[in-house]
C-alpha cells in the first residue's frame, strides 16, 4: 500500500509570494493534518480535515489556508510568504480523526 | 495549554549502555504515540499506546505507558549506532475534545539521540 505523498517535496520562494503544497492521502484515509515543523518551535498543528471539513485549526494567521477534496487530497496555500515561514511542512492521514496519523515524506519550504 | 514534556531532550551514550526518555504530559489521555525522526526526513512511527499499563517492544526499543502519572518512558537497550535519530512523544486528545487549535496530537520537543561506536 501506497504511503502518503506529498508534493513538491522541496520549494523554493521569495517574501510575498504564496505557495500550494499538496497531500495525497493513503488510499481509504479520510481524515488529513499538517503540521509546521521549525528548529525553533519544533511540531506545530496547522489544520485537520475530514470528509472535506476542517475540523480543528491551529494558532496560526490567516495566511494559512487549507482545503479537502472529495477523494481525501488536501492543500494548504501560504499566501504573502515570510522569511518565518521557511519550514518542513508534513502531512499526515489516517482512517480517522481517532486513528494513528501517518506521516508523508513533507515539503521543505524556503522563502528568501 | 496543553503541554508534553520530553526529557533530555540531547542524548549521546555510547553503544551497548541502555537508557531511558521520558514523556510527562499535562492532560487527562489515554493514547500516547512514539515517532522516530531521522535527518531530513519524517516521522516514523514506532509504537502506540492505547491504554494504562500498555508495554510494548520493537528490536532494543520498549515503550510504555502510565495514564495515571501521566507519563511514558521510552528505554533503549543495549543501543546500537542505528538508532541515532531524534525520538517524539505524541500525546493523542482526539478522544476527550481537548484538541481544538493544538490539534489531535501535542507533540514534545523531541529527543535527539546520539549513539556512538
Known amino acids: 500500500k501506497a504511503g502518503v505523498t506529498q508534493t513538491p517535496r522541496y520549494l523554493i520562494k521569495t517574501r510575498g509570494q504564496q505557495v500550494t503544497l499538496s497531500c495525497s492521502p493513503i488510499?481509504?484515509?479520510?481524515?488529513v493534518s499538517w503540521y509546521q515543523q521549525t528548529p525553533g518551535q519544533g511540531l506545530q498543528f496547522l489544520f485537520e480535515y475530514f470528509s472535506e471539513t476542517q475540523r480543528n485549526k491551529g494558532n496560526f494567521p490567516g495566511r494559512f489556508s487549507g482545503r479537502q477534496f472529495s477523494n481525501s487530497r488536501s492543500e494548504m496555500n501560504v499566501s504573502t510568504l515570510e522569511l518565518g515561514d521557511s519550514a518542513l511542512y508534513l502531512c499526515?492521514?489516517?482512517?480517522?480523526?481517532?486513528?494513528?496519523?501517518?506521516f508523508g515524506p513533507g515539503t521543505r519550504l524556503l522563502v528568501l | 495549554e496543553l503541554k508534553v514534556e520530553q526529557n533530555p531532550l540531547f542524548l549521546s551514550m555510547q553503544e551497548g549502555k541502555n537508557y531511558t526518555i521520558y514523556c510527562n504530559y499535562s492532560t487527562t489521555s489515554d493514547r500516547l504515540y512514539w515517532y522516530r525522526q531521522d535527518p531530513g526526513k519524517s516521522l516514523e512511527s514506532l509504537f502506540v499506546l492505547l491504554s494504562n499499563g500498555a508495554v510494548k517492544q520493537e528490536g532494543r526499543l520498549m515503550a510504555s505507558l502510565d495514564t495515571k502519572a501521566r507519563l511514558s518512558t521510552l528505554h533503549i537497550t543495549a543501543a546500537v549506532h542505528d538508532l541515532s535519530a531524534t525520538y517524539f512523544c505524541?500525546?493523542?486528545?482526539?478522544?476527550?475534545?481537548?484538541?481544538?487549535?493544538?490539534?489531535?496530537?501535542?507533540f514534545g520537543k523531541g529527543t535527539k539521540l546520539s549513539v556512538k561506536p
Open positions: 499526515a492521514s489516517g482512517l480517522t480523526m481517532r486513528e494513528t496519523q501517518y
Open positions: 505524541a500525546v493523542d486528545l482526539s478522544h476527550s475534545r481537548s484538541g481544538g487549535s493544538q490539534g489531535n496530537l501535542i
Open positions: 488510499s481509504g484515509h479520510r481524515s
